[in-house]
């Protein structure tokens, strides 16, 4: 038990270094740092937003990126029929138009 106790807090330890060195990142970064001012997202969240972003500037609207993140439906329309799918990586809902 004290084998299994003393693993749990290396664990805890390495843990709290990557957090440590994830904060440094993003303070040194000039986009994730701004990027970790939004309301709600972390130091974790804002450097992986970042590298799989790169520049935001790609979208052209917050809910294109929004589209983008699986947040929001994507609109597929063609003449008088809308259709709104699910990115394909949301499993929620995988129905055809």
């Given at each position: 038990?004290?084998?299994?106790?003393?693993?749990?807090?290396?664990?805890?330890?390495?843990?709290?270094?990557?957090?440590?060195?994830?904060?440094?990142?993003?303070?040194?970064?000039?986009?994730?740092?701004?990027?970790?001012?939004?309301?709600?997202?972390?130091?974790?969240?804002?450097?992986?937003?970042?590298?799989?972003?790169g520049d935001m500037r790609q979208f052209k609207s917050a809910r294109q990126f929004s589209v983008w993140v699986g947040l929001v439906p994507s609109q597929n329309s063609s003449g008088r029929k809308l259709c709104w799918r699910w990115p394909t990586r949301t499993p929620a809902f995988s129905g055809r138009c």
């Open positions: 038990m004290q084998r299994a106790q003393a693993h749990w807090r290396g664990l805890h330890d390495e843990i709290a270094w990557c957090n440590q060195q994830i904060k440094q990142h993003v303070r040194a970064d000039q986009a994730s740092a701004r990027t970790a001012q939004l309301h709600g997202v972390s130091d974790l969240t804002a450097s992986a937003l970042v590298t799989a972003v």
